[in-house]
């Protein structure tokens, strides 16, 4: 089993559209999260990071973190045809300085 | 605030011929620094990471190299380029010790013909 699966989509919606995006982990050592976007031929930028369980918001975005399930997920409110990029998730495990990368799902909002 | 360079951006290279990519960080002291590939619709392979100048951790056996001869300054290298080394390569930073987020550059895509 991989230890971070994200589907890879694509996923298309319409502008202004709500927008989930998820990954599951099957290493219970993971402590850390984090989201980055990937705009094509482009280096990721760091979106969100997050340490514990629930919620947190920047904006539009929202992180979710269930550790009992091993579940995260990235919400876009309102989303824009310049969110329109690969989405990809990171976990870690605190202990040492390597973070486990999702495949990347990739997001196009359409105008 | 930090900054990160990344050259070249694009390098096209016969099969056989050497490669040297380079990294630098502004604005921060004692990074750690990492390389990764990024193949097409294969995610991103960290290849090595360095938490200070001289220090290189390898995390997969191949035909690349990596060397931190200053602080700041992170060299990929290959004596022989293969194929399968064509990818989009990219350097990051952390700061602090265990897993704290990494921060991106521009990444360098290297076609390998």
């Known amino acids: 089993q991989k230890e971070v699966e994200q589907d890879p989509g694509p996923l298309s919606v319409p502008e202004g559209a709500i927008v989930s995006l998820n990954c599951t982990y099957s290493n219970s050592a993971f402590q850390y999260f984090m989201w980055y976007r990937q705009y094509s031929r482009k280096g990721p930028e760091l979106l969100m990071y997050t340490y514990s369980s629930g919620n947190k918001e920047d904006g539009r975005f929202t992180a979710q973190v269930d550790k009992s399930s091993k579940y995260i997920s990235l919400f876009i409110r309102d989303s824009q045809p310049s969110d329109s990029a690969t989405y990809l998730c990171a976990n870690s495990g605190g202990s040492n300085y390597k973070l486990t990368f999702g495949k990347g799902t990739l997001l196009t909002v359409n105008p | 605030s930090q900054t990160i360079h990344q050259w070249p951006a694009t390098l096209v290279q016969p099969v056989g011929s050497p490669l040297s990519l380079e990294c630098t960080v502004e604005?921060?002291?004692?990074?750690?620094l990492y390389w990764y590939r990024q193949a097409a619709g294969r995610g991103l392979q960290l290849l090595f990471y360095?938490?200070?100048?001289?220090?290189i951790s390898s995390e997969v056996p191949q035909n690349l190299s990596a060397s931190r001869p200053q602080d700041r300054q992170f060299i990929l290298s290959s004596k022989k380029l293969l194929l399968s080394d064509s990818g989009f390569y990219l350097c990051?930073?952390?700061?602090?010790?265990?897993?704290?987020?990494?921060?991106f550059g521009p990444g360098t895509r290297l076609t390998v013909l």
């Open positions: 360095s938490v200070g100048i001289g220090q």
């Open positions: 604005g921060t002291s004692n990074p750690n």
């Open positions: 990051a930073w952390s700061v602090g010790t265990g897993a704290n987020e990494q921060f």
